[in-house]
């Protein structure tokens, strides 16, 4: 039986493996997944240099919205260790200024309330507005921002504010990219998503219709396929391991 090549998924803020239970369940057949753990590190160079700590020398990594972030850190710090890359739920660009000033008013509200994780109004811009009435999906979110806790989504809210602008680093990425953007994202538009696909080489955009910014979750299925093609498409991912 030969070896699986390497993936590694990076989950975005609030986030934890739950958030890729089906995409590493789905794609075991051809690829040895593994998702990083981004709740403890204060920056992003930190949680790329955790990623690539964990990782084995060839590697490729998919990455939802922070966890993208993270991905374009990994690439400029090691990109020959990349053999293929998946940006989801993500932009190249740093925050706006009003973007910065939402940030700072979300911490300071956490640091004096009692933290209570994917709000109503954060979910709102999580999740389609469709799946908003969808009480198992909302209850299992919920519960994951809880697991990951205050602390480390503090921490994730300034690494994510201090992120490197990442435009200027797409035209020399190498690797096979897919740009994966729920058709619905309230947080990386999907004029976001073609901008990175237009600015790197090779790049494919696609699009997953009726949802929004956790794509893992709302349209599981869906992005699990998506992948699949791309990591087929991608060497050495080539097929599924003999058995």
């Not at 993936?7 to 593994?34: F, K, N, S, Y």
């Not at 709740?39 to 160079?45: K, L």
């Not at 096979?176 to 494919?204: E, N, T, W």
């Amino acid at each position: 039986m030969r070896t699986l090549p390497a993936m590694a998924l990076l989950p975005g803020m609030l986030c934890d493996a739950m958030l890729w239970r089906h995409q590493t369940e789905a794609l075991r057949d051809i690829a040895d997944v593994r998702v990083v753990d981004l709740t403890r590190q204060s920056s992003i160079v930190e949680m790329a240099e955790a990623v690539l700590a964990e990782m084995p020398e060839r590697f490729a990594v998919a990455g939802l919205s922070m966890g993208g972030y993270v991905a374009f850190e990994v690439l400029r710090r090691a990109p020959r260790r990349v053999s293929a890359v998946a940006f989801l739920g993500t932009v190249a660009h740093p925050d706006a200024p009003e973007e910065t000033s939402r940030r700072a008013a979300l911490i300071a509200m956490q640091e004096r309330r009692r933290f209570r994780g994917f709000t109503e109004p954060l979910l709102a811009l999580m999740l389609h507005a469709s799946r908003l009435a969808d009480a198992g999906l909302v209850r299992e979110i919920t519960a994951m921002g809880e697991r990951v806790g205050k602390a480390a989504f503090l921490r994730q809210q300034w690494a994510i504010q201090r992120r490197a602008d990442s435009r200027p680093d797409l035209p020399a990425i190498a690797c096979p990219v897919l740009a994966l953007c729920g058709r619905q994202d309230g947080l990386a538009p999907l004029s976001a998503h073609a901008a990175i696909a237009s600015a790197i080489p090779g790049a494919r955009l696609e699009i997953i219709e009726t949802c929004g910014h956790l794509s893992p979750l709302e349209r599981p299925e869906a992005v699990t396929e998506a992948l699949r093609r791309f990591l087929l498409a991608a060497s050495p991912f080539s097929g599924p391991a003999a058995k």
